[in-house]
């Protein structure tokens, strides 16, 4: 297994906003940088003083009902820990991730994979100034979107950015590099609100091919997502799916979960579906506390292999 602590560079890039005016009000750069904005349906756990644990559930909710979301929320500032980026071409559970980095105290799973057959290099992938993946495949790919953001990292595990990927990776300083879509807020603008925005499109997205944006994006599913706040605390996020107790989110309504709960500097969508795993020390039966569909059961067992993993040590 390679691991490297991790945290963040620069980068550029523009993207049309549309119409986001309604979820800035009340949510800009001079907020006070606190995790949660509102307490109701929230349950919250001190895994240590740098590592907070949120859980969100609701069936009343009128805007985030019958939803099951876990938040940790990390502060390198503390110096008490570091996050931890894994990456195995063997792919492997989140739990079993976890084994393997002494001290772990939480994780979630990372981007979407690498070594896939189908992928045609459509993700980047730096750890310790080495490009173990790099983005070939032209703007016509279905892939196109699937890196348009990036989290860049320092090996240290302390500092950590998110922004949109540039046309040239090379151009990008950091050591550290692993991309991801969509992005979902950029300095504080909810960009995610616009990216796969279905509403009033007269389009049957069933037909579509299953990465095409609009499909993959624009319609419900379990997700995985991290952020960046103010003061540079790293979010991890999962959003549960495929059950009527846990329906999933759009990239559009992960978008303004994040921003009415915790609003973050930045925030990017990585691999979900089935890959959505949140990990956390002690928990039973087996660490892992979201609900992975694999096993098309509302339980803890459902874990897919996946080839990164992004902890808290």
């Known amino acids: 297994m390679q691991k490297i602590k991790i945290g963040l560079a620069t980068a550029l890039m523009a993207f049309a906003l549309g119409s986001c005016k309604t979820y800035q009000q009340g949510y800009g750069k001079n907020n006070t940088d606190v995790d949660l904005l509102e307490k109701a349906d929230w349950k919250i756990d001190t895994l240590r003083k740098d590592v907070i644990w949120y859980q969100y559930s609701s069936t009343t909710n009128p805007e985030f009902a019958n939803q099951n979301v876990n938040v940790v929320s990390f502060n390198p500032k503390a110096k008490l820990g570091y996050a931890v980026l894994a990456y195995e071409k063997e792919k492997d559970s989140l739990s079993v991730f976890a084994s393997k980095i002494p001290g772990a105290l939480a994780g979630i799973n990372a981007t979407y994979f690498i070594e896939k057959k189908d992928s045609a290099d459509y993700m980047h992938l730096r750890l310790k100034g080495k490009d173990l993946q790099q983005v070939k495949v032209p703007k016509s790919s279905i892939y196109w979107w699937k890196h348009q953001g990036m989290m860049t990292f320092n090996n240290e595990g302390t500092q950590f950015d998110i922004q949109f990927s540039p046309e040239n990776f090379a151009s990008v300083k950091s050591e550290n590099i692993i991309t991801g879509a969509p992005m979902l807020v950029d300095d504080y603008k909810p960009v995610g609100l616009t990216f796969a925005d279905t509403s009033g499109l007269k389009l049957d997205l069933k037909k579509l091919h299953y990465e095409h944006y609009l499909k993959h994006q624009g319609v419900r599913h379990p997700r995985t997502a991290v952020a960046v706040t103010k003061t540079g605390k790293l979010l991890l996020i999962t959003v549960d799916g495929r059950n009527a ?25 990585i691999d979900g579906g089935g890959s959505t ?28 292999k996946v080839e990164t993993a992004l902890l808290i040590k």
């Open 245 to 269: 107790a846990a329906k999933g989110m759009s990239a559009k309504e992960l978008t303004q979960f994040l921003v009415r709960y915790f609003n973050p500097k930045s925030a990017m969508n």
């Open 277 to 304: 795993m949140m990990w956390i020390k002690g928990q039973v039966p087996n660490g892992i506390v979201n609900y992975p569909t694999d096993n098309k059961k509302f339980d803890h067992y459902g874990q897919r």
